[in-house]
């Protein structure tokens, strides 16, 4: 092996993972693994089987077909099964999950069952103290702020060593303002500790900033999993695209072998196989907005203008056509209602879908 190709160990391996409540499919055939110390982002809108997926990993439910594997030893497949309190995995709740009536250097302790009585209090005393909670050991739960809490629960899942930290939505219930700070410093702990983490959450903002890894979701389904980057520029289906922004759509069509739009013509992506027609869309952000024509540029009139502090939202309605397309732009440009200006676009950066997209079966260029 050179030095350049180091691959690192599977930590967590979960293979075609099913959970039916009744006749529904809460997780439908998802495999995926998380490498030591990665950071996973199960990432969908609410119901689509992420809370599900956790806890099937934690041990909390049971699974209907599939396997999950740590490291080398099957912690359920239809043949073994290990208990949830035997899986070595931490779990930090939504809501924190906090005994209240146990001080918060008690509530640390607790996780540590399994060690020798007179190491707890040290473990504990060290755990608090990576979390920047020294001072509160003594205090109770309900006397704490939500980022408090949030930190003591962190604590509480880390004091064990767990081989795997499992959490859920674990920035919501913080106020916006706290949120960053708090889940900067949260993703700072779990790197300094090399942590393998699963967190999840419905925001694809967040999962951009933290995740080495998004697996998206749909219906108990994987959609794409890849790296933050993977998922943005070369996201595989339209529902893949559409989860991390508004798009722009514009119509395309087939002439001799190439795709024209109005933005000009680009060859057709080799995925596009079938004869369905294809539809070119592009983020807000992608479409570039000048004062002065330039070659290929297509003249727009502006119909609405939103600020937004740093940019600016414009509906831009082009002149010969029938069409109305989103851009951000920076606000120090000052553009204003009923101005003209001259659109132009890089197709090479679109994605293009058939028109008919359903879910998992169409692919844009990668
Ligand atoms: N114990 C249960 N009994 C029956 N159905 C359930 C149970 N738990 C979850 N479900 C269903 O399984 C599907 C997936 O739920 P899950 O909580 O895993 O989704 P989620 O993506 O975590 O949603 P949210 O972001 O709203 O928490 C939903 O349709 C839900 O109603």
Redesign the pocket.
């Known amino acids: 092996m050179n030095a350049h190709t180091v691959t690192l160990a599977n930590v967590l391996t979960i293979q075609k993972l099913s959970k039916k409540?009744?006749e529904?499919f809460?997780v439908n055939q998802a495999s995926w693994s998380a490498q030591s110390g990665q950071i996973i982002c199960l990432l969908?809108h609410?119901?689509?089987?992420?809370?599900?997926?956790l806890r099937l990993i934690a041990g909390l439910e049971t699974p209907t077909e599939g396997s999950i594997q740590l490291e080398r030893k099957v912690l359920w497949d239809p043949y073994q099964q290990v208990q949830a309190e035997e899986r070595n995995i931490g779990f930090v709740f939504q809501d924190y999950a906090l005994f209240p009536h146990l001080s918060v250097l008690e509530n640390v302790m607790f996780g540590l069952k399994k060690i020798p009585k007179h190491e707890r209090q040290s473990i504990a005393e060290n755990a608090l103290k990576h979390v920047s909670m020294s001072h509160h050991i003594h205090s109770y739960p309900h006397t704490l702020s939500g980022g408090e809490q949030q930190r003591v629960a962190l604590a509480r899942a880390l004091a064990p060593k767990p081989h795997v930290l499992l959490m859920d939505?674990p920035f919501s219930n913080l106020d916006h303002r706290l949120r960053d700070q708090i889940r900067q410093s949260t993703i700072e702990i779990l790197k300094q500790t090399s942590t393998t983490t699963i967190i999840?959450t419905?925001d694809p903002e967040e999962a951009l900033q933290i995740a080495d890894q998004i697996i998206l979701m749909h219906q108990g389904k994987i959609i794409q999993s890849g790296t933050p980057k993977q998922l943005y520029f070369q996201p595989k289906t339209l529902f893949a695209a559409r989860y991390f922004s508004d798009l722009n759509e514009i119509k395309t069509q087939i002439q001799d072998q190439q795709l024209h739009t109005i933005f000009g013509n680009i060859d057709i992506p080799k995925h596009l196989t079938s004869n369905n027609e294809i539809r070119c869309y592009f983020r807000p952000h992608q479409l570039r907005v000048n004062r002065i024509k330039t070659e290929n540029s297509l003249a727009a009139k502006i119909i609405s203008s939103n600020f937004l502090g740093y940019s600016q939202l414009l509906k831009l309605k082009i002149e010969a056509e029938d069409k109305v397309l989103s851009a951000y732009v920076e606000y120090s440009q000052h553009y204003d209602q009923a101005d003209t200006v001259y659109l132009s676009l890089d197709l090479s950066q679109c994605f293009f879908y058939e028109a008919n997209d359903s879910i998992e079966t169409h692919q844009s260029p990668t």
């Open positions: 409540f009744g529904r809460a969908g609410s119901g689509c089987g992420k809370t599900t997926m939505e999840v419905h």
